[in-house]
């Protein structure tokens, strides 16, 4: 039977009738018109059910008075209609978007009737436009399919197009898609973007989602290259990049030079853009999301969302106790498929606190009834706008100590002394208290041709300076602490990685890439009471001395802490400790030396430090005023 061309959406839904479930198109690509058509019929139906993803109109379906006739189930929950869930209205459907396809074609949810929207025809064929996603396959597998042809839907690339065969009724009207505007972003987004983006490396391929967050992470990346997209969505933020040439996808190992989506959601710009420019390919969940495609590519950095994250590092993303709020989506898909590609990155980015700063999103447990989307052995990072906790390979304490780190200050106490009643912590454990992590004084040098990290210290390198300390020599350990030490207490680690930034403060040396970065050298110091001095101390392994680091060590500490208000360094050290002298008269144009019993006291005032600039070049950066600070 020929389809029925240009009828009226009335005649056109006829055929839909009571019991039957009924899909309907997503996101910027749901038929409006037809929507509003099958709600009219709401009085005349009985339990007639509608499955659908985030939509972004109205949703008339979920209306008081309209449940009898028609009963909502979403697969991913939108804020149209996540009061009707909530209220048992409506109902949700947990499950992976890699598998909703499946899900239809194999009879496990059967479709009767699909209401789409598609572009105009070209060639015995239609689009599907800015939402594939699901769609195709319920177009593909619905006895009875109605397209709603809409002039303003674009054609796209990639796997979006269907015969006009595939239809039974065909509905002309125009209408506006539906925009999400980017809203301006909030200072613990642009820090969380700044986090974010440092995980990020050259050659990537990323999956990001949709909001300040993700807009703030793209914002940060103008500086990388050969970037690659390869995810369930884009945004408007995906546009800059592309102009600039970052993103390339030059270097994806699969579908190299497209930027590869199910669907997008943003502005008209970006709708027209995905429609005019080749390398935007759009491709059916089933494909985008199935983890073993996405870990075919090389470097694949997923960044997702979450509503909190426990001290192990589960992630409620869909519900918090018994009220659903999202959905499953394609979370578990990407963490899945980054964590199996070769040099892929799991990362949760999610603000340190919600309702105005008077809830904590890192918690010391989930509520009762909030789902796990996300276990706690899927995640690589979690970033806040309080810093990244790296969780792959550590334990239940590095992980509780490293989330605490990333919390909001205020929450940070309490959090600890969850940890310590639970036991994931020992009731004695030593907390650092620094507001945040520091990430502008992290900088990258080469010593003697070995490429090196130097940033701040965290409370979850605790087993990083145990190596150092284990591993050098005798006589190191001699000349750094004064006395023959061959061992130093749990606490007395713990209170070397505790800084709070402002009395206390250390960096390290770091070679090798992660997750194989190794300690190799520590400049410390401990502010004086009553004084504006500091007292310093620097240690570099024996396999990389006489290389530079100690020079540098000295000048960077130095200029760090002119920065926070200090004005010298006191330094303690045997008085046949000749290296360590002469790096302080090299670096100071004078050096005060008291000696003492076998000891030697130098005294450098930072305004004879020799240069004032920053030994690497750096500036005082911040994206924005920090909250809180």
């Known amino acids: ?111 009767d009737a699909a209401l789409v929207m598609t572009s105009p025809p070209r060639r015995g064929r239609v689009s599907l436009g800015v939402a594939v996603d699901v769609v195709k396959a319920a177009a593909e597998t619905a006895p009875y399919v109605v397209a709603q042809v809409n002039s303003r839907m674009p054609w796209t690339g990639g796997d979006s197009s269907l015969p006009l065969s595939a239809f039974d009724a065909f509905v002309e009207k125009e209408e506006a898609l539906c925009e999400l505007p980017a809203a301006p972003p909030t200072a613990a987004a642009l820090w969380i973007g700044r986090y974010a983006a440092s995980l990020i490396e050259d050659g990537a391929t990323l999956q990001l989602g949709i909001g300040a967050i993700p807009d703030a992470v793209l914002a940060r990346l103008g500086g990388k290259k050969d970037l690659g997209i390869h995810s369930e969505m884009v945004s408007d933020g995906v546009l800059a990049l592309l102009e600039a040439g970052v993103l390339n996808g030059r270097r994806k190992t699969l579908h190299p030079g497209k930027v590869v989506t199910s669907f997008c959601l943003g502005s008209r710009r970006l709708y027209e853009a995905v429609g005019r420019d080749p390398r935007f390919a759009f491709h059916p969940t089933d494909h985008t999301n199935d983890p073993f495609v996405i870990a075919q590519n090389e470097r694949m950095t997923a960044v997702n969302s979450a509503l909190q994250v426990d001290l192990t590092g589960q992630v409620a993303a869909d519900s918090l106790g018994h009220r659903f709020y999202s959905g499953v989506g394609g979370q578990v898909d990407f963490m899945r498929g980054a964590a199996r590609a070769k040099g892929g990155r799991a990362i949760i980015a999610l603000p340190a606190t919600a309702k105005g700063g008077a809830v904590s999103r890192i918690v010391a447990a989930l509520e009762p009834g909030t789902g796990v989307v996300t276990t706690r052995a899927d995640v690589d ?124 403060f250390a960096v390290g040396v770091f070679v090798g890439e992660r997750p194989r970065q190794r300690l190799v050298a520590v400049a410390r110091y401990f502010a004086i009471p009553g004084s504006r001095l500091a007292e310093a101390a620097f240690t570099v392994h024996d396999e990389f001395q006489g290389r530079g680091m100690g020079s540098f060590l000295v000048d960077y500490l130095a200029w760090i802490a002119e920065r926070k208000g200090l ?46 600039g920053s030994p690497t070049g750096a500036r005082d950066e911040e994206p924005a005023a920090f909250p809180g600070a």
């Open 381 to 504: 990072f979690v970033v806040t706008e309080y810093g990244i906790a790296a969780l792959k390979g550590r334990t239940i304490r590095e992980r509780a100590l490293a989330l605490i780190g990333v919390a909001h200050p205020g929450f940070r106490a309490e959090l600890a002394a969850a940890a310590k009643r639970w036991g994931l912590l020992d009731a004695g454990h030593v907390l650092a208290a620094g507001e945040r992590y520091e990430v502008q004084w992290e900088t990258r040098r080469d010593f003697g041709g070995t490429p090196a990290f130097i940033r701040p210290l965290k409370p979850t390198d605790e087993r990083r300076l145990k190596e150092l300390f284990y591993s050098q020599s005798p006589e190191t350990t001699w000349l750094r602490f004064g006395v023959p030490l061959k061992r130093l207490s749990e606490k007395e680690f713990q209170a070397l990685v505790a800084i709070d930034n402002t009395t206390s």
């Open 1 to 111: 039977m020929a389809p029925l061309r240009g009828v009226a959406a009335g005649v056109a839904l006829a055929p839909v009738g009571s019991g039957q479930r009924v899909f309907v198109g997503s996101g910027a690509g749901e038929p409006q018109h037809l929507v509003s058509a099958l709600a009219e019929r709401a009085a005349g139906l009985s339990d007639t059910e509608v499955v659908h993803l985030m939509t972004l109109g109205a949703a008339p379906y979920a209306e008081a008075g309209r449940q009898g006739g028609l009963r909502h189930n979403a697969l991913f929950i939108g804020a149209n209609v996540r009061q009707a869930v909530g209220a048992g209205l409506a109902d949700y459907t947990p499950c992976f978007l890699s598998e909703v396809p499946g899900m239809f074609r194999s009879g496990r949810m059967p479709l």
């Open 567 to 612: 004005e010298g360094f006191s330094a303690e050290m045997l008085a046949s400790n000749d290296r360590m002298r002469g790096v302080f008269e090299r670096r100071f144009a004078r050096v005060a030396l008291t000696r003492q019993a076998g000891q030697c006291t130098a005294v450098m005032l930072f305004k004879d430090r020799r240069g004032s």
